[in-house]
């Protein structure tokens, strides 16, 4: 079923139109194969994601490795912290996705049950502001009509060549799916406010979060201000495009960087320790998994942990 859907939104927006859909957990590992399609043929679809469990036990509390397993399908990958960030995002999504030099899928996400399953407040645009409509005629793809034949984004005519020619045009395709993700950056920092936010930009101890973690680390943050500790707090908006050079020069003169995370693999940790030098500066958790929250304790005790190893278990 979900498979069929994600087709469904994929050829609504092949003819031109704007769509929007919703999924999570075990509802999109079984839909996998349809979000690389929606970039490959440059559709931008808007598209939620309620991160929670995706194995036996099930659950719909916060999890997120389904993220990870999404990282390279080509789509735009926004992580919301609360209910206005995924409110917001979901409509800023359909404007930076309808840029004729983006034109990809945009993936808003959201950890399951503290977002997903809660009620909370949120402000709403005026209410003489809406999107603008959807022009298909700007798209870099051709729309499917009875006018317009399917060559150039099925290409089934080159791609069934076993030849290098056919195979170095393919290539260039999925170049070209990556360089327009780049091209979203300016429009990410326009409509979003730039990759990332930072709190206490100076410090030499950072929490560096996506999505619900964030909010954790906030709690986190202030007893440990409160205790004289120099930390700052890294709020991590966008996965796709990742926030390389953002990372980087905020944390050039950091000490320690603590990742905590809704998954079992730290997946964000991984792209954190891909993007900077020194990465061992870098602490893969606290991590939980399997519904479980993440209380200010454990992020507490994660940077007092670290900070004793550092000074030799002073």
């Known amino acids: ?21 919703a999924t999570s957990g075990p509802g999109t590992l079984r839909a996998m194969e349809m979000f690389p399609v929606w ?9 939620a994601f309620m991160c929670r469990g995706v194995s036996l036990p099930p659950s719909i509390q916060p999890e997120n490795i389904e993220m990870s397993m999404l990282l390279d399908t080509g789509m735009l990958m926004f992580h919301a912290e609360n209910a206005q960030d995924f409110f917001d995002m979901l409509l ?19 950890d399951g049950f503290f977002v997903t399953h809660t009620r909370d407040t949120v402000l709403l645009p005026p209410e003489d502001l809406k999107l603008a409509s959807y022009d298909a005629n700007n798209s870099p793809v051709p729309v499917f009509d009875m006018e317009t034949p399917p060559i150039r ?4 005519p080159l791609l069934n060549k076993s030849n290098f020619i056919s195979y170095a045009a393919n290539a260039s395709w999925h170049q070209e799916v990556l360089a327009a993700a780049e091209r979203a950056r300016k429009h990410i920092h326009q409509y979003l406010g730039g990759l990332l936010e930072v709190e206490n930009p100076d410090a030499k101890i950072f929490i560096a979060a996506s999505g619900t973690a964030v909010s954790q680390g906030r709690e986190a943050l202030k007893d440990m201000r409160a205790e004289g500790l120099d930390v700052g707090l890294i ?9 390389t050079e953002e990372l980087a020069e905020v944390t050039a003169n950091a000490e320690l960087i603590v990742v905590p995370e809704f998954n079992a693999g730290g997946w964000l940790a991984r ?9 061992h500066r870098v602490v893969a958790g606290p991590r939980v998994f399997g519904g479980m929250t993440i209380p200010k304790e454990l992020i507490i005790d994660e940077v007092r942990k670290a900070l004793r190893s550092q000074s ?3």
């Open 39 to 47: 970039a490959g043929s440059r559709q931008p679809i808007v598209s």
């Open 153 to 156: 984004i099925t290409r089934d």
């Open 235 to 243: 709020k991590i908006k966008s996965i796709r495009p990742f926030p």
């Open 271 to 279: 792209e954190i320790k891909a993007t900077l030098n020194e990465n």
């Open 92 to 110: 800023k999504a359909y404007v930076i996705a309808e840029k004729p030099e983006v034109h990809l899928p945009v993936g808003v996400f959201v």
């Open 1 to 21: 079923m979900s498979f069929a859907v994600m087709a469904a939104v994929h050829g609504a927006a092949l003819g031109g139109g704007r769509v929007f859909t």
């Open 312 to 314: 030799g278990g002073q």
